[in-house]
């Protein structure tokens, strides 16, 4: 889950140039390993594991477990070393028959997140809490606390960190680079998927796959990956947390006006939220007043950018009323952006005359620029709002709870994996990304396979609204999908009320028959 972005920022790096929403803005812990060089080579690499056992209470309900933190080792079809991938698995202890028993395997985004977003703020046993009411994390100490909202009384547990985040790596002759594009890193959590399912003889359990942000892109890919060949790894569910397939829904340029289409309902949610919206409008209540904005988008919006020019004056200026009202913005200041407003330019401009900025991964944040006068924001307040506690909590788990001995910097986010992603995934140079085809393509050829989708509606990194257009296209069956929406941002899971919500409809997810 998670955009570069903090503090301080890496030269050069500036939130209009990030390549695509991710996961999460985050200080950075370290370092990505070089590109040009993976570890050197030994005559056999040993993967450093730790095993712990644990019990807890969730939902009532006495669990006891086993962690299992460590790496590894992917090799080549000589044995040679290729990558160590880290990855912690929590396996319950009294399961009877393993058969019935479903494994989910989780990943963040980034592209270059490690896990711990979705590890320490929603699945996992030990929970971060952060301020709910969107306020800044401060200082530690942060409080960790047992989780009661884990899911691991419904599934085992495998978080998984990509080469070039967490502890992962590229081994022997192999660089970061090998790993870091769409298809190459399907290909290596694919492997990796392969390895676990051998390692703890699961291959005939119900499999699940979560992702968050570009961890959704990823879980697409990777169902190609993985059910795409004779050697069928066929997946149950997949849960697609703040999700982002197509990527021209989110690439703001001359020609295409799918982001302008797809964020306005974001934008109309933020409005209400900061009370930018007229008496009339906040007395509908959010969810009517996001669902006006939804059928003006896909109509008279898209109509009226579609004629661009063409456009009749008076239809000009009734777009550009009703652009006003869903926005919060000025009919003179939809006038000088042509009626197209991107996402970076609202975060600045919606709030510009207190002189605050809104959050990109959660627009209920505000934060202060070092003046209000510019075109976009200097850092993302929803982003430096919530880092440190989730990167300090990682840290005092790994090695107080977990057991885990490796000193290496744990790549919290990498700037590196992420500026040097390959996005071909065709073997031709695509403009836009798109995966959603290959879930279309895997409902097609599994008959089981089911989508969960989570979307906040105050996500400016991976709108709602567009998530719905891809899903109406793809040839995806919607009859197999369960879509909800929350009232937070990317990351809805820091909202109180939300993460219970969120919880419940998964819960829900893993028993579509309502048996438990």
Avoid: C
């Amino acid at each position: 889950m998670r955009v570069l972005n903090k503090k301080s920022t890496p030269a050069g790096l500036t939130w209009a140039s990030m390549l695509l929403p991710l996961l999460f803005t985050v200080s950075m812990v370290g370092h990505a390993e070089p590109a040009q060089k993976g570890e050197a080579k030994v005559d056999k690499l040993v993967p450093e594991v730790v095993t712990t056992k644990h019990k807890m209470t969730i939902q009532n309900q006495k669990i006891s477990y086993q962690a299992i933190s460590g790496e590894t080792i992917l090799e080549d079809d000589k044995g040679e070393p290729q990558a160590s991938i880290f990855s912690i698995t929590y396996l319950r202890d009294d399961v009877q028959d393993s058969s019935k028993r479903p494994v989910t395997f989780i990943f963040n985004g980034g592209p270059g997140s490690a896990s711990l977003w979705l590890h320490m703020g929603l699945f996992g046993p030990k929970r971060v809490i952060v301020p709910g009411d969107a306020k800044d994390d401060g200082a530690a100490p942060y409080r960790i606390e047992a989780n009661d909202y884990s899911l691991l009384d419904e599934s085992d547990l495998v978080f998984i960190d990509p080469v070039g985040t967490g502890f992962s790596r590229a081994l022997g002759e192999k660089k970061g680079t090998d790993f870091w594009g769409v298809k190459e890193d399907a290909q290596s959590i694919a492997e990796f998927i392969r390895r676990w399912l051998i390692e703890h003889k699961r291959w005939n359990s119900p499999k699940y796959l979560a992702g968050e942000s570009y961890g959704t892109t990823r879980a697409a890919a990777l169902v190609d990956e993985l059910q795409g060949g004779w050697t069928d790894i066929s997946v149950n569910g997949v849960m697609l947390i703040s999700s982002i397939l197509d990527f021209s829904h989110a690439r703001y340029q001359p020609g295409n006006n799918q982001p302008y289409i797809g964020f306005l309902p974001t934008m109309a949610a933020t409005a209400f939220y900061h009370n930018k919206v007229s008496d009339a409008d906040k007395a509908l209540g959010l969810e009517a007043f996001v669902e006006q904005a939804r059928q003006f988008a896909i109509k008279d919006y898209a109509l009226a950018l579609l004629q661009g020019s063409r456009l009749a004056q008076s239809d000009y200026q009734a777009v550009r009323k009703q652009l006003a009202r869903f926005t919060g913005l000025s009919e003179s200041y939809l006038d000088r952006v042509n009626l197209r407003v991107s996402a970076s330019r609202y975060t600045k401009e919606l709030l510009r005359d207190q002189d605050l900025t809104i959050g990109r991964l959660d627009s209920r944040y505000t934060g202060k620029d070092y003046d209000s006068g510019g075109d976009s924001t200097d850092n993302d307040p929803s982003g430096y709002g919530i880092d440190g506690a989730y990167t300090a909590a990682i840290h005092q788990y790994l090695y107080e709870d977990l057991g885990v001995k490796l000193s290496r910097p744990f790549n919290v986010l990498s700037t590196d994996v992420n500026r040097g992603w390959n996005w071909n995934i065709s073997g031709k140079q695509m403009h836009y990304v798109n995966v959603a085809p290959y879930l279309g393509q895997a409902q097609r050829e599994n008959k089981d396979l089911r989508i969960f989708v989570g979307n906040g509606y105050f996500d400016f990194a991976t709108p709602f609204f567009a998530t719905e257009n891809t899903f109406a296209d793809n040839g995806i069956d919607n009859s197999r999908v369960t879509m909800h929406y929350y009232k937070a941002g990317h990351m809805m899971y820091v909202e109180p009320a939300s993460l219970a919500q969120l919880v419940q409809d998964i819960r829900a997810f893993y028993h579509p028959n309502g048996v438990k």
